[in-house]
């Protein structure tokens, strides 16, 4: 048995005896909800890196001399205060997507700085 919740038995695939179906296919249908969030913050990234360059990452610097780490803080800084101030509407729901994009950014930017990759 595995650590996970699945593990492979004679090539059949079943849940953990901790899990009842009904369980097993909440944690199905959530996973498959995070594949396609992921799958459209991918697509996001990929279209503000067009629009923008990779400016997030490697800013031009004319105004500000920061890195590209505390850059990002600010841009996260200022999503926080936004949903502070307006609350999660429909009005500001892109912002948790930007917010999530930002944030992993700053991974990249904070791995980049440790020399990670």
């Known amino acids: 048995m595995s650590d996970g919740i699945w593990f492979q038995d004679d090539d059949t695939t079943r849940t ?17 909800e995070v594949k396609y969030l992921l799958s459209e913050l991918q697509d996001l990234l990929e279209e503000k890196n067009k629009a ?23 841009r996260i800084d200022d999503k926080l205060s936004r949903i502070k101030n307006k609350g999660i ?9 930007d917010l999530i994009g930002y944030l992993v950014l700053l991974k990249i930017a904070v791995n980049r700085e440790k020399g990670a990759y």
């Open 89 to 97: 509407t429909p009005d500001t729901e892109d912002s948790l997507m």
């Open 16 to 32: 953990d005896s901790l899990y009842s179906k009904k369980d097993t296919k909440i944690i199905l249908d959530t996973l498959s």
């Open 52 to 74: 923008y360059g990779d400016s997030a990452l490697n800013p031009i610097r004319l105004f500000s001399k920061v890195g590209a780490a505390e850059a990002l803080r600010v």
